[in-house]
């Protein structure tokens, strides 16, 4: 049964991440996401089902649109696998409505922060849609699991200290200094890491920040006046504290 689990886990990984790249795509340039039918973007070609197969298709076609010839971007097999190797890090164990609930509360927020993390980086926004679904998620997990106090207070700091920090390096600097997304991102998170986790979020992810920042800078890969999508830091840190625990033990279950 639970080899089952794990190909059928792995197997909806990889149908998940084909809809994951429709929204990468659409989601920042507002497009309804269930219509139109996906379609090349150099010569409009409807893409049929059966080139739209996760990896399969992209293999077949070569990297390359069957109506123009141009080139399929790695990005969409590379989402679609990924995808799978996270669903089958996550996979559960069993039927039962624990494991299943567990399985999709896990692949949910990878999914958001996949998306979320693309979309920063290409786009250098995030997405209101995808933060208040996590938002809801977090709520809804961390009503039922821990006292109200620690995702209330959580939320608030997520949001507050921010959008503090912010309003005050508008205020010395007359430049915006973290996006609404941002701020967003950090209030969904104190939902489910509460006070201590989201204090720990917001300082870890400002320093990988500007480490990463200060590196780029120095080895002249950007200016300094570019500006750095900050969205990726927040979820790297954010990973880690989600999903940390639950994939190292995962991992340890195939070790004899």
Known sequence: MEIFLIIFATIF???????????IYRLPRNIN????????????????WYENIPVLSYIFLRGKCSGCDSKISWEY??????????????????????ALLNFFFFFSVYSCFLVHFIVDLK????????????AALFLLVSWF???????????????GFPLLVSWVFYLLRGEVGLGGGDIKLYGALGFYLGPIGIMQNIFLSCFLGALVGIVLIATKVIKKENPIPFGP??????????????WFKHLMSYIP
């Open 13 to 23: 990984g990889l149908l998940v991440g084909s809809f994951l790249n429709a929204l």
């Open 33 to 48: 996401i269930a219509v139109p039918r996906s379609s090349c973007t150099s010569c409009n070609k409807v893409i049929s």
């Open 77 to 98: 097999p590379f989402v679609e696998i990924i995808s799978a190797l996270a669903a089958f890090l996550i996979a559960p164990s069993s039927l039962s409505a624990p």
């Open 123 to 134: 786009h250098q926004i995030l997405p209101d849609s995808i933060n208040l679904y996590l």
């Open 145 to 159: 699991s821990h006292p109200w106090t620690f995702w209330l207070i959580g939320g608030a700091l997520g949001l």
């Open 233 to 246: 830091f927040i979820i790297v840190v954010g990973a880690f504290q989600v999903f940390g625990e639950s």
